[in-house]
């Protein structure tokens, strides 16, 4: 079942969800089975549908897969930002609220009754610019897909990039052959506590809108 949402509701209350995950229900794999199917529909880069979706759900498999995901935020954590990342940080004085939604997912991670994984063949590291366009040209849209696909059906997401300090590590817990698929993020996925999400304060369009020229 769907929520009554129009298009453009979702797209614009397709929130990051990190504290109204509901960590006590569990996600029926019909529903997650639903959104990959919608997420095969998005448009892939250069026609080439590289890219795969791993779900775990096994609680023994989430344990072993949270205690990656902790390990590798704490590493993450340690990375220096630049001025510019800082800035766009603190627009609207946000930032305290997500920190606090960050610490809140790290120290609930094993109790998430989903993790999706998105991971597509081939890896970027040295690749080209041309070559890494074409290859998360082809992830993001599907990925995205499957993000509003959830948020249609009550479900919470939030694309994490924790995996990437660790990605060797996660990608032996899960079997995945790393030399030749990439995982691309790390998406907790659950019932949200409520559905009344609202679009967000974000940077004023003339920041970001250029017509003709830079």
Known sequence: MTLPLSADEVLSTTRAVRKRLDLTRPVPRRLIEECVDLATQAPTGRNRQRWHFLV?????????????????????EAAPLSSRDLQRMNAHGSWPRIAAG???LYQHIHQVPAFVIPAVEGRTDRASVAEQAGTWGSILPAVWSFML???????????????????RDLARVLGVPYDQVMLAAFIPLAFTLGTNFRPAQRVPRDQVLHWDSW
């Open 56 to 76: 775990v759900t096994d609680k023994d498999r989430r344990a072993a897969v949270a205690e990656v995901y902790r390990r590798a935020v704490r590493v993450a």
């Open 102 to 104: 960050v610490d809140y």
């Open 149 to 167: 696909a959830a948020r249609a059906r009550g479900l919470g997401t939030v694309w994490t990039t924790a995996q990437a300090p660790l990605e």
